[in-house]
């Protein structure tokens, strides 16, 4: 049966689904594609229903626990249906982190807007692209399968200051250690 959807009726069917069993199974349940809602996740981590911004965090956590990324499009999964929903960018923002250790024996762990915590890592890469026009960068870093969050502008420059210069397919860089492995941010020659 093909449901109309909602974010009433989402929010129930996640409510139900995921009660005191820790992070919902998303990967697990594969219900009828019930079409979009007006839902959007903008760049700084704001969700914006009917283009209203949802004020109870409480229910911007519940929808974030559900969102799962099949391709190209994000969706929110319930055992009982799948609605599509926009992201500006990523649909999370690390907006913190802590760092153990030093050099390659460095642990960065952080922190989302909506409460998740992932270590960086082999699983958890960290990532930089680049506006061609500008140069600005955009870190991100892997939260959860195929869901990212960008790192926050003030989380970035404390980054940098724990920067290190390493090589990396041949070329030196700089870049962040964490979990063992290196992620390269810019090449030193770059640097000037």
Known sequence: MIVTPS???VAAAATAATKGRGPAPVHLWNPPYCGDLDMRIARDGTWFYLGTPIGRPALVKLFANILRKDGDRYVLVTPV?????RVDDAPFVA???????????????????????????P???????????????????????????????????????????????????FGLWSGGAFFPVIPSADLG
């Open 95 to 121: 907006v913190d982190f802590s760092a153990q250790g030093e050099g390659a024996a460095q642990v960065l762990t952080f922190t989302t807007n909506v409460g998740d915590t992932a270590m960086a890592g």
């Open 7 to 9: 974010a009433e009726g």
């Open 81 to 85: 249906e799948m609605v599509g929903i």
């Open 123 to 173: 699983d958890h890469p960290i990532r930089v692209t680049r506006d061609p026009s500008t140069g600005e960068p955009s870190p991100y870093v892997l939260i959860r399968t195929n869901l990212e969050a960008l790192i926050d502008r003030k989380s970035f420059y404390r980054l940098i200051d724990l920067g290190a210069h390493a090589d990396h397919d041949g070329q030196s860089w």
